[in-house]
């Protein structure tokens, strides 16, 4: 059976001056002090993903930055496809808002794991059902076209949580529920028209004391 399998990226931690804010899809930096303490985990994900593989990044200059870190860490650079389809959700009107100020602007109590609702659309953004919506078109049309390809996308959180959202058949608030942290990876297999999460938010082994 022809296996294509994808594994998937949450980019490094901004820097903090975006953190205050909710960025959504806004271009904002890697911090830089993260960047320096963080060599473990991109030595691991660079040991850890498969060689020979396609990259895919988004088109926010976080994920070329990741992508570069890890490379860097030891993996051979490799050839990389830009897929705006898995950036992160785009927020709207309440882009680069304080987190106070988001709260506000809330139509819906927010989800227990995260600033707001699933099916919360600011104006002029996208709620977390459309970037499911994307995300999944977008998986299925990569499966189809690289069958028995390893697949390597360097994204965001709502990315990721939409594509095992789509992969499961879950609905929005449910993906929310998914913890899916700076530097770790999700892996996801797609047999013959069928989707299996195989992990989700893999994170490097804790250093020896």
């Known amino acids: 059976m022809s296996t294509t399998r994808f594994f998937l990226i949450r980019h490094a931690i901004v820097e903090p001056s975006a953190r205050v804010t909710m960025y959504g899809d806004m271009d904002v930096a890697l911090c830089t002090v993260a960047l320096a303490q963080e060599s473990a985990a991109y030595a691991w994900l660079a040991g850890r993903l498969p060689p020979g593989a396609l990259w895919v990044r988004t088109p926010l200059s976080r994920t070329g930055a990741t992508a570069a870190a890890i490379f860097a860490a030891g993996?051979?650079?490799?050839?990389?496809?830009?897929?705006?389809?898995?950036?992160?959700?785009?927020?709207?009107?309440?882009?680069?808002?304080s987190h106070e100020a988001f709260a506000e602007r809330l139509s819906a109590p927010p989800h227990p794991f995260w600033p707001h609702a699933a099916e919360e659309k600011p104006p002029g953004g996208e709620s977390l059902r459309d970037v499911i919506g994307r995300v999944g078109p977008a998986l299925d049309e990569m499966a189809r076209e690289l069958r028995e390809r390893d697949v390597v996308i360097v994204a965001h959180g709502g990315s990721i949580r939409a594509a095992v959202a789509h992969a499961m058949g879950l609905d929005p608030h449910q993906a929310f529920q998914f913890s899916v942290r700076n530097l770790s990876l999700?892996?996801?297999?797609?047999?013959?028209?069928?989707?299996?999460?195989a992990s989700v938010n893999e994170e490097p082994p804790l250093a020896a004391p």
């Open 186 to 197: 999700t892996r996801l297999e797609h047999h013959a028209g069928h989707w299996r999460v």
């Open 75 to 97: 993996y051979p650079e490799a050839e990389m496809r830009v897929e705006p389809r898995f950036r992160e959700q785009h927020l709207g009107e309440w882009q680069g808002v």
